[in-house]
Structure formats: structure tokens, C-alpha cells
């Protein structure tokens, strides 16, 4: 057999673009695998399609793609459907800011004109995603790539509409919504970011008319007092309909049922009582404003009262306000009508007062409430079910604690506004018979129907919350409203992975919905990302400039070394600090992969391979075998349970721990003697085991190991593509009890032979210089003792010494010190090898700097201030350094002791 040559250095760049193409002209990415099994199905979170992908993208694909390319090789269906989002708010904000920097705008270019603009960045925008996700790795099925504005997700839209409206569950009316003045658009509660801000809170008082029926007749000679009121937002008081106070509070039960003159309108509005009012705020009197509030709008309603809009769709005060006030805009009418009321006698004072504000989640603008009438989704009947299933365990979240927020906002869900005032997006399917007022809501366009010949029919303008097409993703996405048969296949999905900050957005939803239209919840996993920040801890933003590229970090360190240190880091349910050197990780694994791999298949010259079932094993063989059993029990367990992290490293532990530093170093044994058939025998089962390693890497590392594996003898792959290959299976043979004793045998040599490094190390020994080891067994382990005397090349070999002697005299040695292992002590003739007294200089001096460190750690751990502000994971790795130093420091004491003997 011939030698492999593979580049003697590791460049990700030369064959990641290759391997990729190779995989998509095969269709490797198409479901396939065993048809009696279950499908393994994820249908990725759709990114914008205006965006482009930030590292929290990264970190939700590549655990998709772990996941995917994981059940895939287990033999399963398996199906990873890709798609964007139209993104309504976010997209027409790309295209509106692109036409005003040409001087123009939507309305003036018109409605079609404007979409057909919008479809150009959208299909521009669109090249730059799929490139980035290939670019990662990802094994989505390209050929069932959906966007939320297809053609079949746009009937799906439409199909859920009318079904809703049909079952009174989409209604339209009046009320108070969430206004964002920059967008020019209705959002819905949960497009609604509140930032506590530092404000102010104004105490006006309102003069109490007379005897509550005359017209008022001014504060100097019509009035019976004064109410005091406060208020964070002096300027909607011109909108008030009355003043409200508590039912029981006796400092105003004379005044219920009278009038106030409101100031600056010369207004009168009445007093009315209602337990809603904190009697503790301000005065215990409250403005009710009910167009610009959504808790004095509830009171309105009680009370009958009249709601009066101030403000335009761009939020500035409109002819509803007194004259002097229209056309400013809300910070101006603020500061105006402040400065009035104060030159008029009725600001009483201004304190300071820390409130939420909320913000628009796309533009950051501040939000306003304003009446309008729009339509809504009755959200009660649909959560109760969503509730339901997952108290009846058929969705479970991971981490489990996510379930609390899931739980919290159902219970206490509100009507959902869809009606969104832009041009991209669904067009509600609704239209008006302005002579008639009739609304047809349709499946189809009436006005190409001939039962409306004759009639005009107006559509209406608005479109539907982006979250409309996207809570049906996992069935809009194969093919419902139509029964086909990959929504009978593939429905309901496996696994849904994405950020805590969609649980309510999109994750409830998905559930409602798939709930009420399929019968069935749209998966049974959820698996929540913890937040990707930057090595300091903060959330990575724009305006931080702290985020990271996923393509920069693969054109820097490789797509494998992106995607294994996001595995490796993924502790379930925590963030992950990150800085672009965080990936130099999953940059020396792949390197390591490589060179073991180089070294491997360069020792194939002039060999013959010897099939795996006539091969005769060893205790060095069959513990290799049975620490990968290991590793593939760890894995399995750990993508069951979603711990990518533990999956991460257990493939690193194996390959780079037991593989690399013990397996291929022993082999040399094999490799290096002078007998033929050894060598057969030793490289066979060395690319045994690579192969093996290579198909149990794949998910984590998919571009190398494919690599690797096509350069691998057509003896070992008997699959065109480690893709498809079959994920390692637990093999019982592997732990029969001959592999077991080997496992405990090696176990205990490794403790042998690390000693011995430890000693060589702290005596400072040149690694080329040998000396000899006596190793003394406990009499009750002659297992032990049968397994070093079997061994003793094995032990010289990984411990770089000479002769090794097995035997049971614990008397001491002369001349030696003393290692201590579980059922044996080693006795190392190193004394004359050594300057006693200067080891004992520099070993002492190490002491005393190690026990310093030592009290330091100690001293953290018992501080109660660190102990309550670290984070846990802090403490922790304080916990294990002080471990380390503990055991450190007993090492060097026993040396201390083995040297003062020494020179006795």
C-alpha cells in the first residue's frame, strides 16, 4: 500500500469550499436513511432576509447543524428546511431609507413601484444569507428553501386568516395600540422594548368647579377648590376626560360625581371613582387621559368617557389640541404646556421619577399609545391549548427553566395586534363595499369574482405582522394548506433551536398555531441558546462595536473551528463570553486532527491492511476500543439532553487525550518493530480507529473529517462520504471482561507513567536521559501486577526511561524517590542523576510561592464580598485552582521529603 500525502500544513481554506459543492451536487443534504424510522426535522429560525448573519446566528446554525448532521448519521430521515423572513418593519426601513437618499420616498414612487424595489434588495440580500450559511457548514435541504412571501406561504397566510375570522377569532376594532412615529406602523405588545428611564413627574392642580352644573365661570370666581393631580406626561393632560380617584379614599369622596375645569382648555371634565387608582402616587388623584393610555383607556370604558387623540401618525399634536400646541411635536408640547401651566398657576411642583418607557424593538423610537382601529387575534382560546400541551409534557424546553417564562406570558396574554401600516408585507385579505359597508373577508380577490361584478371594492392597505406568516413556519414550510406528503412525513417537526428572546414572539405562537390548524404541537423539543457576548460579558451590539463576523472568524480560523468552539462553549443554559481569539480552540483541535492524520496515513508504505475481525488485540488495543465505547455513550447521551458542550468534549478528550497522547505514542511499539506482521497489525488498527474517530467528529468538525476520510483506503470507507457514513455505535464486545480489565490496567498505567513525568519534571531531568523504575504491586492486586509485568515496554516507551523491573519488595530503594499510585509505588533511581541541593533550593522556593497563591485562593473562597458578587462560574474556577495548587503543593512536599533523604 502507498503512503497518503496530505499538506504538511493545515489550511481550512483549501478544501472547505470543495467539500461543500461535493456534498450539495450528491444531495446529501435530501432526507434519506431508514424510512421506519422517526424523521429527525428542524426548520431553521428564519433570518431576515435583509440582515446579514451576526454570531448569535452562528451559534443557533451550528447547533442545528451538529444536531442535524448527528441524527442523520444515526440512520434517520432527516430534514433541516432553510429559509428567510420578509422582516415587514425592517425590510421597508432598508428600502425607505435607500429612497430618501435619492430624495424621494414609497409615496411618491407608489405602492407597486415600491414593492417591485423591495423584491430587488430582497432577492440582493437574499444571495449574501445563503452564501454566509454555506460558508459555516450548514447541511440544509436547499431544495425545500421557503420565504415567508412565497406563493404557498402566502395561501397559508391567507387560509389561517379567513379560517380565524370564520371561528371569531380575528375581530377589528378600536383600541388603544402601540405606535411606533418613525415606522409609521402598529406593533404589537411584544415589539415593545421598556428601558427604565430617569424622568420627571409633574403635580398640576385642577380647579373643582362651583357646584358641579354651572358653566364655569373661571378659577378666581367659579371655583370650590383645587384637586392636585401628577403626571408623567404634563402634555396629553389637554386630552383628559376626567380625574379619577379611589373609591375609598375619604380625602375625596365629596368630590365623585363633580367637575373640574381642565386647564389650558377651559374644559370641564367630571370626578369619577375607580379602585384601579393607587390612593399611595402622587396625590392619590390621577388624569385620565384614555387615548393615550392603556390604563386610563380601561377606565374610560368603565366610565363612558370620551377619548380625544392628540397626536398625528407622526406624533405631533394635532387640531384636537388648542391652537397654540398643534404641530409640535411631543417633547415640544411638553416643554410648552409645562411653561403654561406654571405662568397660569397650576404646576404645583416637579420631582424626580424613574419609569419604564417603551421603545420600538426595530427603530428604538419612543413608542406611543394611540387610539386606532386595526385588527386583532383573541389570544385566550389559542394560549389555553398551548398551555394545556405543555403541561401535559408534549413540548419540553431545554434548559428547563425557560418553560417558566413560556408559562408566564400565556397565562397573562393579551389580544394580538396584526394589522401593520406598510407596504411589504401579506396584504390582509379583507375588503370594503364602501356603499354597502359590507367586508368581504376572502381567500381569494373578489374583485375577479363574478358574484362582484358591478360593485367597487376597496382592499385594505395595511398588511400583517411579520409574526403572522412566521407562526406557521413548521407546516407553511411543507406545503399546507395542501396535504402533501412532506407534511405527512415530515409534521410534526423534531426540534426547534433559537434565543430566549422569540419564546413569546414566535415560539408560543408556533405552538397556537400549529395547535389550532394541524392538531399537533410543530415540535417536541425546544432548545434555548444561551446569549452570545464579548469577552467582558456585554451583550454584542452595533453600537458597541463589539460584535463578531462568522465569516471573519472562518476566513481566519476555518468553518470547523467556528462551529466546534460555539459546541464546546455551549454550556446549556449559560451565555457565552467570546473574543475572536476564543476560536484559536477549535483552530488547534482541527490542526491536531490533521497532523495525527498526516502522520497515520504517511506510515501506509509498503503495508498490507489486515480486515478488523482477524486482527488479535492487546490490552493497549482493546483499551482504545474501550475508551471510544465511552466517548460515543457520553456523545449519544449528551444530544439526547441537548449538552453540546459535554458531545464537544467528549470528542476532543478522545481524540486529542487518549487517541493522540497515549493510543498513537504506544502504537509506536507496533510501528517501529523489526516484525512485518506488527507492523501490518499495529497500522490496521490505528486507521481502525481513525476511522471510527472521523465518523464520531463529523458533526462538531464536518469539513476535516470529510476531508480526511476521503483520503482514507477503500478498504475503511466503505461509504462514498463520511456524511452519510453510520455514527459509531456501543459495541457490548468492547466491554466484555478482558476490554474492561485492560481499561482498569491502563488506568493504572497511565497513573504510573504521569508520575514519573511529573518527577522528571520537577527534578528537571532531560527528557533523553533514561534511568530505571522498580514498580512494586500491593499484594491484594495481582492483576496489577500481571498487567505492568505484560506492559513493561509499553510503560518505558510512554514514560521515556530504562529498564522497568515488576516486582512486590516495598522495601525502599536506594538512591530512588518515590512515586505513589493507586495499588503500586514506583521507585525512580534519579538521585544520582540530580544536584540534590540545588533541587532542594529551587523545590523549596517553589513551595513557599505556591503556598502563597495557595492562601490567596483560599483567602477568596472565605471572603463573604466575593463570595456574593462573582458570578458562580468565577467561584468555581477559584474552587478548582485551589484544588490544583493543593495537590501541586503535596506533590513538591513529597519531593521535599524524597530529597532530604536523599542527602542523608
Same mark, same amino acid.
Given at each position: 500500500m502507498k503512503a497518503v500525502e496530505l499538506s504538511k500544513v493545515f489550511h481550512a481554506d483549501d478544501f472547505e469550499d470543495r467539500i461543500y459543492r461535493m456534498w450539495k451536487e450528491?444531495?446529501?443534504?435530501?432526507?434519506?436513511?431508514?424510512?421506519?424510522?422517526?424523521?429527525?426535522?428542524?426548520?431553521?429560525?428564519?433570518?431576515?432576509?435583509?440582515?446579514?448573519?451576526?454570531?448569535?446566528?452562528?451559534?443557533?446554525?451550528?447547533?442545528?447543524?451538529?444536531?442535524?448532521?448527528?441524527?442523520?448519521?444515526?440512520?434517520?430521515?432527516?430534514?433541516?428546511?432553510?429559509?428567510?423572513?420578509?422582516? =415587514?418593519?425592517?425590510?421597508?426601513?432598508?428600502? *425607505? @431609507?435607500?429612497? #430618501?437618499? &435619492? %430624495?424621494? !420616498? +414609497?409615496?411618491?414612487?407608489?405602492?407597486?413601484?415600491?414593492?417591485?424595489?423591495?423584491?430587488?434588495?430582497?432577492?440582493?440580500?437574499?444571495?449574501?444569507?445563503?452564501?454566509?450559511?454555506?460558508?459555516? =457548514?450548514?447541511?440544509?435541504?436547499?431544495?425545500? *428553501? @421557503?420565504?415567508? #412571501?412565497? &406563493? %404557498?406561504? !402566502? +395561501?397559508?397566510?391567507?387560509?389561517?386568516?379567513?379560517?380565524?375570522?370564520?371561528?371569531?377569532?380575528?375581530?377589528?376594532?378600536?383600541?388603544?395600540?402601540?405606535?411606533c412615529p418613525c415606522c409609521g406602523t402598529a406593533l404589537s405588545d411584544d415589539e415593545v422594548e421598556h428601558a427604565e428611564k430617569q424622568g420627571s413627574i409633574w403635580h398640576l392642580r385642577y380647579p373643582v368647579i362651583g357646584d358641579g352644573t354651572d358653566a364655569p365661570q373661571g378659577v378666581a370666581d367659579g371655583s370650590a377648590g383645587w384637586i392636585e393631580v401628577a403626571t408623567t406626561r404634563p402634555e396629553t393632560m389637554l386630552g383628559d376626560t376626567a380625574v379619577a380617584v379611589h373609591p375609598e379614599d375619604e380625602r375625596y369622596a365629596h368630590l365623585v360625581g363633580r367637575s373640574v375645569l381642565l386647564p389650558l382648555c377651559d374644559r370641564p371634565i367630571p370626578i369619577v371613582a375607580d379602585s384601579y387608582v393607587d390612593r399611595e402616587f402622587g396625590s392619590g388623584a390621577v388624569k385620565i387621559t384614555p387615548a393615550h393610555d392603556p390604563n386610563d383607556w380601561a377606565i374610560g370604558e368603565r366610565h363612558n368617557l370620551e377619548r380625544i387623540n392628540l397626536l398625528t401618525a407622526s406624533a405631533r399634536m394635532n387640531e384636537n389640541a388648542p391652537e397654540r400646541y398643534r404641530g409640535m411635536t411631543v417633547t415640544e408640547a411638553r416643554a410648552a404646556v409645562?411653561?403654561?401651566?406654571?405662568?397660569?398657576?397650576?404646576?404645583?411642583?416637579?420631582?424626580?421619577?424613574?419609569?419604564?418607557?417603551?421603545?420600538?424593538?426595530?427603530?428604538?423610537?419612543?413608542?406611543?399609545?394611540?387610539?386606532?382601529?386595526?385588527?386583532?387575534?383573541?389570544?385566550?382560546?389559542?394560549?389555553?391549548?398551548?398551555?394545556?400541551?405543555?403541561?401535559?409534557?408534549?413540548?419540553?424546553?431545554?434548559?428547563?427553566?425557560?418553560?417558566?417564562?413560556?408559562?408566564?406570558?400565556?397565562?397573562?396574554?393579551?389580544?394580538?395586534?396584526?394589522?401593520?401600516?406598510?407596504?411589504?408585507?401579506?396584504?390582509?385579505?379583507?375588503?370594503?363595499?364602501?356603499?354597502?359597508?359590507e367586508v368581504i373577508?376572502?381567500?381569494?380577490?373578489?374583485?375577479?369574482?363574478?358574484?362582484?361584478?358591478?360593485?367597487?371594492?376597496?382592499?385594505?392597505?395595511?398588511?400583517?405582522?411579520?409574526?403572522?406568516?412566521?407562526?406557521?413556519?413548521?407546516?407553511?414550510?411543507?406545503?399546507?394548506?395542501?396535504?402533501?406528503?412532506?407534511?405527512?412525513?415530515?409534521?410534526?417537526?423534531?426540534?426547534?433551536?433559537?434565543?430566549?428572546?422569540?419564546?413569546?414572539?414566535?415560539?408560543?405562537?408556533?405552538?397556537?398555531?400549529?395547535?389550532?390548524?394541524?392538531?399537533?404541537?410543530p415540535f417536541r423539543d425546544i432548545y434555548i441558546t444561551g446569549l452570545v457576548r464579548d469577552a467582558q460579558g456585554r451583550k454584542m451590539s452595533k453600537s458597541l462595536g463589539n460584535g463578531l463576523d462568522p465569516l471573519d472568524i472562518v476566513a481566519e480560523y476555518g468553518a470547523d473551528a467556528h462551529k466546534f468552539t460555539l459546541a464546546y462553549l455551549s454550556v446549556q443554559g449559560q451565555d457565552i463570553p467570546i473574543a475572536s481569539e476564543s476560536f484559536q480552540l477549535g483552530s488547534k483541535f482541527a490542526n491536531k486532527i490533521w497532523n495525527a492524520s498526516r502522520y497515520l496515513l504517511m506510515n501506509l508504505e509498503g503495508r498490507t491492511l489486515i480486515p478488523r475481525e482477524e486482527i488479535t488485540l492487546r490490552d493497549l488495543d482493546r483499551w482504545i476500543f474501550f475508551r471510544l465505547n465511552e466517548a460515543v455513550k457520553t456523545v449519544e447521551s449528551a444530544m439526547k439532553n441537548y449538552r453540546m458542550d459535554e458531545a464537544a468534549r467528549a470528542v476532543y478528550d478522545f481524540f486529542w487525550n487518549e487517541f493522540c497522547d497515549w493510543y498513537i505514542e504506544g502504537s509506536k511499539l507496533s510501528l517501529y518493530s523489526q516484525n512485518e506482521e506488527e507492523q501490518d497489525r499495529g497500522v490496521s488498527l490505528l486507521l481502525c480507529v481513525l476511522e471510527e474517530?472521523?465518523?464520531?467528529?463529523?458533526?462538531?468538525?464536518?469539513?476535516?473529517?470529510?476531508?480526511?476520510?476521503?483520503?482514507?483506503?477503500?478498504?475503511?470507507?466503505?461509504?462514498?462520504?463520511?456524511?452519510?457514513?453510520?455514527?459509531?455505535?456501543?459495541?457490548?464486545?468492547?466491554?466484555?471482561?478482558?476490554?474492561?480489565?485492560?481499561?482498569?490496567?491502563?488506568?493504572?498505567?497511565q497513573e504510573l507513567v504521569r508520575g514519573i513525568r511529573t518527577m522528571r519534571s520537577e527534578f528537571t531531568i532531560p527528557p533523553n536521559t533514561k534511568f530505571g523504575v522498580y514498580v512494586c504491586t500491593a499484594p491484594e492486586r495481582p492483576e496489577l501486577a500481571a498487567f505492568f509485568q505484560a506492559n513493561q515496554e509499553l510503560v518505558a516507551?510512554?514514560?521515556?526511561?530504562?529498564?522497568?523491573?515488576?516486582?512486590?519488595?516495598?522495601?525502599?530503594?536506594?538512591?530512588?524517590?518515590?512515586?505513589?499510585?493507586?495499588?503500586?509505588?514506583?521507585?525512580?533511581?534519579?538521585?544520582?542523576?540530580?544536584?540534590?541541593?540545588?533541587?532542594?533550593?529551587r523545590v523549596e522556593k517553589h513551595i513557599a510561592k505556591t503556598t502563597k497563591a495557595l492562601k490567596q485562593a483560599e483567602g477568596k473562597l472565605q471572603s463573604q464580598g466575593f463570595l456574593a458578587k462573582a458570578r458562580p462560574e468565577v467561584i468555581e474556577a477559584e474552587r478548582r485552582k485551589a484544588e490544583d495548587l493543593r495537590d501541586q503543593l503535596g506533590r513538591l512536599e513529597a519531593v521535599q521529603a524524597e530529597l532530604a533523604q536523599g542527602t542523608e
Open positions: 450528491n444531495n446529501y443534504f435530501e432526507p434519506s436513511g431508514d424510512q421506519g424510522k422517526d424523521p429527525f426535522v428542524i426548520v431553521i429560525p428564519p433570518p431576515n432576509v435583509t440582515g446579514v448573519l451576526h454570531m448569535g446566528h452562528g451559534l443557533n446554525n451550528s447547533i442545528q447543524d451538529t444536531l442535524i448532521r448527528y441524527w442523520r448519521m444515526q440512520g434517520r430521515p432527516t430534514l433541516w428546511v432553510p429559509g428567510t423572513d420578509h422582516a =415587514g418593519i425592517a425590510t421597508q426601513n432598508v428600502v *425607505e @431609507r435607500q429612497l #430618501l437618499k &435619492e %430624495g424621494t !420616498s +414609497r409615496e411618491e414612487l407608489g405602492r407597486e413601484a415600491f414593492l417591485e424595489r423591495t423584491w430587488q434588495v430582497k432577492r440582493d440580500h437574499h444571495a449574501t444569507i445563503t452564501r454566509q450559511l454555506e460558508k459555516i =457548514g450548514a447541511s440544509c435541504d436547499w431544495n425545500r *428553501e @421557503r420565504f415567508t #412571501l412565497d &406563493e %404557498g406561504l !402566502s +395561501r397559508a397566510v391567507r387560509e389561517v386568516f379567513v379560517q380565524l375570522y370564520e371561528r371569531d377569532l380575528i375581530y377589528r376594532g378600536e383600541y388603544l395600540i402601540n405606535w409645562v411653561e403654561d401651566l406654571d405662568s397660569r398657576g397650576f404646576l404645583v411642583r416637579i420631582g424626580e421619577h424613574t419609569h419604564q418607557v417603551g421603545h420600538c424593538y426595530r427603530c428604538s423610537t419612543v413608542v406611543e399609545p394611540w387610539g386606532s382601529t386595526q385588527w386583532f387575534v383573541r389570544m385566550k382560546p389559542l394560549a389555553e391549548k398551548a398551555l394545556t400541551a405543555w403541561r401535559d409534557g408534549k413540548v419540553q424546553f431545554y434548559p428547563r427553566h425557560w418553560e417558566n417564562t413560556y408559562s408566564h406570558w400565556l397565562e397573562n396574554i393579551r389580544d394580538w395586534c396584526i394589522s401593520r401600516q406598510l407596504w411589504w408585507g401579506h396584504r390582509i385579505p379583507v375588503w370594503y363595499d364602501d356603499a354597502t359597508g373577508v376572502s381567500r381569494t380577490d373578489p374583485t375577479t369574482d363574478p358574484a362582484y361584478e358591478g360593485r367597487t371594492l376597496r382592499q385594505d392597505p395595511d398588511v400583517l405582522d411579520t409574526w403572522f406568516s412566521s407562526w406557521l413556519w413548521p407546516f407553511s414550510t411543507l406545503g399546507w394548506p395542501d396535504k402533501t406528503p412532506d407534511l405527512a412525513t415530515y409534521y410534526p417537526t423534531t426540534t426547534l433551536v433559537t434565543g430566549y428572546d422569540i419564546i413569546f414572539f414566535w415560539v408560543a405562537r408556533m405552538i397556537m398555531a400549529g395547535l389550532e390548524f394541524m392538531g399537533e404541537v474517530a472521523l465518523r464520531m467528529m463529523h458533526p462538531f468538525l464536518p469539513f476535516i473529517t470529510e476531508e480526511i476520510y476521503q483520503k482514507l483506503p477503500g478498504e475503511l470507507n466503505p461509504v462514498k462520504a463520511v456524511i452519510i457514513g453510520q455514527y459509531p455505535s456501543v459495541l457490548t464486545e468492547r466491554e466484555n471482561p478482558q476490554a474492561r480489565a485492560a481499561a482498569a490496567g491502563f488506568g493504572a498505567l516507551l510512554l514514560a521515556g526511561i530504562g529498564e522497568v523491573e515488576i516486582g512486590s519488595d516495598g522495601s525502599r530503594r536506594e538512591g530512588a524517590v518515590t512515586v505513589v499510585g493507586s495499588g503500586f509505588e514506583a521507585y525512580l533511581s534519579v538521585l544520582d542523576l540530580i544536584d540534590v541541593a540545588a533541587q532542594r533550593a
